[in-house]
């Protein structure tokens, strides 16, 4: 198949996956080459179902952006937002209310560029090259302080990131550093990938991710995914399955029982001091 080059940025090698775009791949985007859809296909052959569990992954963001605007939240940092597909924070958000603004942060430049193409003419969103390891770095950037108010509450989006960070770098300790910047009353949102669910297939797809993407992940238990959300009080359901964060509709949750307890997802609250 001949490749479409004309939004892909010169120093990405093609030839190697890589996790945005083989999400992008997964979820039915256009964004991705020959070698993402190689590891996406080996992936599901180590999990089947993993089609379902990204559909459910992106039906959660749509419920928690909404959420977060019934709760009074205009403004958004969706860090590790990948390649932008249907039902982005921006639309979701917008749709909502129009003057909520959104800013996009991936390390991923194929990502960040597409996002760039795509936010072209909208004035209130736009996307960073960055990295979560990094929140000084994150928060301090001009782009982002143009857009979001940090004296007010922020609505920040880690969705299927923080697998990807190893316990070496601490996720606790440098979702704190976002947390000390955020306002009272902003909320957190994450979704986790878990081996308490059906490790043997997911192992398979993690082993398949690092051997030919050299991307590492680390699903972690219900009480690690738990204990990032320190210092935020967590809303109603809590942490439990994606699908059972408060589901309004039939596309919100998997007539399979296994893809709806694949991830992890929460929402929490940044409580007054
Ligand atoms: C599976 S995608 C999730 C996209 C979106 N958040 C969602 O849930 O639909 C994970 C994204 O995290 C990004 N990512 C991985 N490590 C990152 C890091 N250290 N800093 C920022 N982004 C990162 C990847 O480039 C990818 O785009």
Redesign the pocket.
Known sequence: MTENLAWTPAEIDIAVP???R??DFL?GGAHNFESDRTLADKIEQSMPGVRDV?RL??SF?RRAVLFMVESGIRQFL??????P?VGNVHEVAQQADPECRVVY????PV?VRHSGALLAGNDRAMAVE????SPGEVLGDPAVLSMLDFDQPVGL?????WH??PDEADPPGLLAGYRNALAPGSYLAI?HTTYDSEPDELRGAVDEVRRRSK?QAFPRTYDEITALFDGYELVEPGVVGCAAWRPGGPGDFSEHPSSNARLYAGVGRKPQP
């Open positions: 890589n996790v945005a083989v999400y979820l990204v992954n992106r963001l969706d860090i590790g937002s990948g390649i597909t942060v991936d390390k991923e990502a960055a990295d979560v390891c989006l880690n969705l299927l990131l990807f960070i979704t991307q």
